[in-house]
């Protein structure tokens, strides 16, 4: 079973910053797709941003060049978050998308990290 390990997350006024940072194995980092998703309460698990083997990166239509995302290592990967609006709270959880008959299809999770940006 892959294990990621997110943290850096927090509490941040509105207009703050935070880096989210993801570890997994090495020997699947290099050839996954990385990205973070969060779920606000009440609310479906969307993407946040994705970044492939090859270095592209691929944002939701929210992030408007706030956030970045990166690959740190062999085995972790950033996020970025800039100019925090209190819209951005939510459970941020880190996605390792490889092989399936190691990721499994969908990919493997992190067990989230809570960002909480007050106003």
């Known amino acids: 079973q892959v294990q990621l390990v997110e943290s850096g997350g927090g509490l941040v006024q509105a207009g703050g910053s935070l880096r989210l940072s993801c570890a997994g194995p090495a020997r699947l980092f290099g050839i996954s797709v990385v990205g973070w998703f969060r779920q606000a309460p009440g609310q479906q698990r969307e993407l946040v941003a994705t970044i492939n083997s090859g270095g592209r990166a691929n944002y939701g239509d929210f992030v408007k060049g706030r956030f970045t995302i990166s690959r740190d290592s062999a085995n972790t990967a950033s996020l970025q978050m800039n100019s925090l609006k209190p819209e951005d709270t939510a459970v941020y959880y880190c996605?390792?998308?490889?092989?399936?008959?190691?990721?499994?299809?969908?990919?493997?999770w992190g067990q989230g990290t809570q960002v909480t940006v007050s106003s």
């Open positions: 996605n390792l998308r490889g092989p399936a008959q190691f990721t499994g299809a969908d990919g493997a």
